[in-house]
């Protein structure tokens, strides 16, 4: 009898410990609320935390997004008084300290509400009896993992995905959705798709033929200096756009295939005036760098009012709208509105109208001299 007493004595300190380590571990945090979700100043402290403990205790809490194979990461701690049952975080009422591992990162989630491109952990830990000496000092902790990729905000727009062109250095253009565009760098990649790849294979897995960075704006020749493209091999190419230096994420993968254009060759760069007063408007003519016209005027003040349209009648923007003519033969030199706009090989409408409200119709194709064989 009085050895089970001494024994019951004996093991009450170690019943007490496993008891309130039992208690402790029925700290939960719960960020199903979160997950699967990208992370922003919004949500972030959109999680739960289930106090198994029959008091109040106060707790501190912290917070860390960490993206691997980087150097990229943010942390935030605070205390939060931690009742028993269910504790939903009102974010009203608590002042999270944050540091974020660059200036540019604390930029683009603060200011931009926004996070890089790539695959992040994020952790929450709640340490329970924070600066009471109560108790052991654990930290409960609960992760989520989850990929951040925007490739709906970066469209490629030309060449199109499929495409056969007869340019060797064409012209790469594509749009952003990001709100803050004019602070982003682009990098833009070319690379060969072989037999049996598709295009993100072919962009992953083979050098590329053209890589460059730090591009400021939308679109960009395919330059000289970098290796040429070859007839009939197809090409992969894509851009991921970047603010200061931080990855934001990339577009889908579009494919071209230079062909050969026996018309490259038989176009002559000098171009006669064409008299569309005396045509139906049938005649196709091609407009190379310039749309040249001969006009006719018997007035000594005669105005013709231009407007230009593609093949599906939607207005292109044109900076010549009135043109002044002299009396007697009027021979205009008609500059585009650039050739980002207008596409090689692509049927324009130029519509000319008189002060008479006689209106004529020039179908025209728009040939880029700089896709022209020299």
Not at 104 to 111: H, P
Request: neutral net charge.
């Amino acid at each position: 009898m009085i050895r089970k007493l001494l024994t019951g004595i004996l093991l009450l300190p170690l019943m007490l410990a496993v008891a309130n380590m039992h208690a402790q571990q029925n700290v939960v945090v719960n960020m199903a609320m979160v997950d699967g979700l990208d992370i922003t100043p919004d949500n972030i402290l959109n999680f739960q935390v289930h106090s198994g403990l029959d008091r109040s205790s106060n707790a501190l809490i912290k917070g860390t997004i960490v993206y691997r194979k980087s150097n990229l990461r943010i942390s935030y701690s605070f205390q939060y008084r931690l009742q028993p049952g269910l504790n939903i975080i009102p974010k009203d009422q608590v002042r999270p300290q944050f540091t974020y591992s660059t200036p540019a990162l604390k930029e683009l989630f603060e200011q931009h509400r926004k996070l890089p491109q790539g695959i992040y952990e994020y952790c929450v830990g709640v340490q329970p009896d924070y600066n009471s000496g109560e108790g052991s000092k654990e930290v409960f902790n609960e992760c989520v993992y989850h990929k951040s990729e925007d490739i709906f905000l970066i469209n490629l727009i030309d060449p199109e995905d499929g495409a056969e062109i007869y340019e060797y250095n064409p012209m790469l253009s594509w749009t952003v959705n990001y709100p803050f565009a004019g602070e982003l760098t682009y990098r833009l990649r070319v690379a060969e798709v072989r037999e049996g790849q598709n295009n993100v294979g072919a962009l992953s897995r083979n050098n590329p033929v053209y890589d460059e960075k730090n591009i400021m704006q939308m679109s960009q020749i395919y330059p000289v200096y970098a290796k040429p493209l070859q007839k009939f091999q197809p090409y992969a190419w894509t851009v991921d756009a970047y603010y200061k230096g931080i990855l934001l994420g990339g577009a889908a993968p579009w494919r071209f295939t230079i062909i050969e254009d026996s018309l490259m060759v038989a176009i002559p760069t000098d171009q006669s005036y064409y008299d569309f007063s005396k045509q139906g408007g049938d005649t196709k003519i091609l407009g190379i760098d310039t749309l040249k016209l001969k006009f006719q005027s018997y007035s000594e003040k005669d105005t013709l009012q231009l407007q230009l349209q593609d093949e599906d009648g939607k207005e292109i923007k044109y900076a010549t709208k009135f043109y002044a003519l002299k009396a007697g033969t009027n021979y205009m030199d008609l500059d585009f509105p650039g050739k980002a706009v207008l596409k090689h090989k692509k049927t324009y409408i130029m519509f000319v109208e008189t002060d008479r409200k006689s209106v004529y119709k020039i179908p025209f194709t728009y040939i880029n001299p700089l896709f022209l064989k020299k």
